[in-house]
């Protein structure tokens, strides 16, 4: 590949496949490898505190029939996110976004997808951590909002897997000066990436998981690779002279 062109390789909720996800574990497996961005997503407690979990119902993880916007952050973190995935992961709690952005290593990036909206306590956060964090989000008023706020933070519109216009998304990008776009690996086409990358928009995807898709992204020049196996696709990667 081009000297000018090396992917980038995003743990999807930390090393999610071989840890619970969201969790510091997975988080600082991720670290511990070497991997120069996490993605997480972040909810909001009773009280307002940021807390880093996918779902708003905590039944998935936690086996609690509550939503996370129902309990406050003390509640929140006495709960048990980890035996879902493995008995050995008893004991990991639901952390708080300040929590990660304060551990992630200098030098690495956490992109922050909001699953419910932005308050004053995420732009406080943006600010403090400005050198660390990127968000995005599929809802294009939240992604223009907190663009608006932290102009100088690199922020991106998400994309799902449905057929998209997208000389419409990259004008409405670019009219809020957002910095990326960020579609499911499924619609990403030449032509597709073509145009996000000639707007001089960075070109993210999500959720790359098998070595043959993670090739097709690399050949289009997908700036961020989102997967839930990081490590394996970076050593695929690596292996096969593409990073």
């Known amino acids: 590949m081009p000297t000018s062109y ?18 510091l574990i997975a988080f600082q497996s ?12 972040t909810r909001f407690s009773k009280d307002g505190v940021a807390v880093v979990i996918h779902d708003q119902k905590l039944k998935r993880l936690t086996g609690v029939d509550q939503n996370v916007s129902e309990l406050d952050i003390d509640e929140l973190m006495h709960l048990d996110i980890g035996q879902w995935k493995d008995p050995r992961f008893k ?28 308050n004053d306590l995420l732009i406080k956060l943006g600010k403090q951590f400005h050198d660390k964090v990127e968000f995005m989000d599929f809802d294009f008023e939240v992604v223009s ?16 897997d449905k057929p998209q216009d997208i000389e419409k998304v990259i004008s409405k990008a670019l009219s809020v000066n957002l910095d990326g776009i960020n579609p499911c690996y499924k619609i990403i086409t030449p032509d597709l990436a073509n145009a996000i990358k000639t707007a001089n928009l960075k070109l993210l995807t999500w959720t790359v998981d098998k070595p043959e898709d993670a090739i097709r992204m690399v050949k289009m020049k997908v700036d961020i690779i989102t997967t839930n196996k990081p490590v394996e696709l970076m050593e695929h990667l690596v292996k096969n002279n593409l990073r």
Do not use: M
Not at 34 to 40: A, G, N
Not at 91 to 117: D, F, H, N, W, Y
Not at 147 to 160: A, F, N, Q, R, T
């Open 91 to 118: 004991g990991q709690s639901i952390p708080s976004l300040e929590r990660i952005l304060s551990k992630a290593p200098k030098g690495t990036k956490v992109l922050v997808e909001s699953k419910a909206g932005c």
């Open 145 to 160: 909002y907190i663009k608006s706020k932290l102009p100088h933070i690199p922020v991106h519109l998400l994309l799902d």
């Open 6 to 23: 090396n992917p980038i390789i995003a743990a999807h909720r930390g090393n999610a496949f071989h840890y619970p996800e969201n969790s």
């Open 30 to 41: 991720a670290w511990d490898n070497k991997i120069p961005y996490i993605e997480l997503d």
